[in-house]
């Protein structure tokens, strides 16, 4: 039997940094919450943007694009754990297994249900519309593979030139976007998926070893930086994607998104004390702990949960307004209630997958968890570009500069998964 949550929250030690715990939860709460209230789904079951439909409230996602604090979180606590475990290896398998095995079980499932429903030709309407979304969000998972890969040599720089690496990591997006908007250098801008979030990233190390020391400062310039080239440059108001915009913020990310990036983490900062005094509150914590248990395997289903939630409506003849009319806003706290419901019993389902395995010592050898993280990673990311539609006619999605089918992507992820969960052999003990 697992530890109960009010256990684990009894036991944990005094100098634990609560706090990063709070923002990690939060962040994946908001980004939940966010794409709920995005979806703007119509009668005859096509998935719009409710930012596209009332452009009005791009202006909101400078405050609710939050990805940027889960990662500057995920810097922070990779830092403390590859210290406490420094053999690269072993430092893989123990921060990937709660999140590479309810992901793959998330793929297998719905890779399962793609085909069946493709086989039987039910897969018009919203359920071809689901196939393509489900799996969007794994971009943040490949992304997140990456700068667990990253760590151990981006940390020994850290600790070597403190600021001076993020610096380099942040010039590098500044020159990316040089040669993208002024010189038109083809594939340049997939560069800034590493140099923007790796620099997010590395904020998070600069946390952990208490070298945030001005956060209105950090806040400030990220703020007048992000205002600046979205009014003067060629970069869009929405820190989200935008269906049909030339220029995204977030695929591939800009200097724009990378600024937007520091003015969370500042501002995120600079609420440190009062959102530590409140997570210390016990049935505070309990509940923050409750949630990190199971924060990743919401997070892969809570897609499903809210299109099941209008594919019920739709079935059973419920009425859909417009999208933003005033009748559609009434609906919202009714489907957020009826998608948290379905996301609950999702979890309850497949929870059991995040649980944390056997501690082990090993982990494989480390050229073959460097090798399984990569295949993993571009497995990952080229699901999210392809969907799950149209499995059996061959569908293509670009990943960077190449083409990718789903299936091909789903056997690199789960070859790169078997091969970070491969223990090591006894000869080499």
Not at 201 to 222: K, N, S, T
Not at 350 to 357: I, L, S, V
Not at 365 to 379: E, K, M, Q, R
Request: proline fraction near 6%; glycine fraction near 12%; aromatic fraction near 10%.
């Amino acid at each position: 039997m697992g530890i109960s949550a009010r256990e684990l929250a009894a036991a944990t030690p005094a100098t634990r940094d609560r706090y990063v715990d709070l923002l990690r939860v939060a962040s994946l709460a908001v980004v939940v919450l966010g794409h709920w209230l995005m979806a703007a789904v119509t009668v005859d079951g096509q998935v719009g943007n409710l930012l596209a439909v009332v452009p009005e409230l791009q202006v909101v996602t400078w405050l609710f694009q939050v990805m940027p604090v889960f990662f500057f979180v995920g810097g922070f606590s990779h830092a403390l754990a590859h210290r406490s475990r420094p053999q690269y290896a072993a430092f893989l398998r123990a921060r990937l297994q709660r999140l590479l095995r309810p992901t793959m079980v998330f793929v297998g499932v719905w890779g399962a249900a793609a085909l069946v429903l493709q086989l039987s030709g039910a897969d018009g309407g919203l359920t071809g519309v689901a196939l393509r979304l489900v799996t969007q969000p794994l971009w943040f998972i490949g992304i997140y593979l990456a700068m667990v890969a990253f760590t151990p040599p981006l940390l020994r720089l850290h600790e070597r030139w403190g600021w001076g690496a993020f610096a380099v990591l942040a010039g590098g997006a500044v020159a990316v976007d040089v040669l993208r908007f002024a010189a038109d250098v083809p594939f340049v801008e997939f560069l800034n998926f590493a140099f923007v979030w790796l620099a997010v990233h590395q904020l998070g190390f600069l946390r952990a070893d208490g070298m945030i020391r001005r956060p209105a400062l950090l806040a400030g310039a990220g703020l007048l930086g992000a205002t600046a080239l979205v009014a003067l440059g060629p970069y869009p108001l929405s820190m989200v994607g935008m269906p049909g915009e030339k220029v995204s913020n977030m695929a591939p990310p800009t200097l724009a998104l990378l600024c937007h990036g520091l003015w969370l983490v500042g501002a995120v900062e600079l609420l440190r004390g009062p959102g530590a005094r409140f997570v210390a509150r016990a049935r505070v914590w309990r509940a923050v702990v409750a949630a990190n248990g199971i924060a990743m395997t919401a997070f892969l289903w809570h897609l499903t949960a809210m299109l099941g939630v209008y594919g019920a409506m739709l079935g059973f003849g419920a009425g859909l307004p417009a999208p933003a009319s005033g009748a559609w806003w009434a609906q919202v706290p009714l489907r957020f209630a009826a998608a948290a419901a379905l996301t609950a019993a999702l979890v309850a389902v497949f929870r059991r997958f995040e649980a944390p395995g056997p501690t082990r010592r090993d982990g494989g050898s480390g050229p073959l968890a460097a090798l399984g993280i990569t295949l993993a990673l571009l497995g990952i990311l080229g699901l999210s570009a392809t969907g799950l539609g149209g499995l059996l006619e061959g569908h293509t999605a670009t990943l960077i500069a190449f083409e990718v089918t789903a299936p091909a992507a789903v056997a690199m992820a789960l070859a790169g998964w078997l091969l970070v969960e491969r223990p090591t052999s006894r000869r080499s003990r």
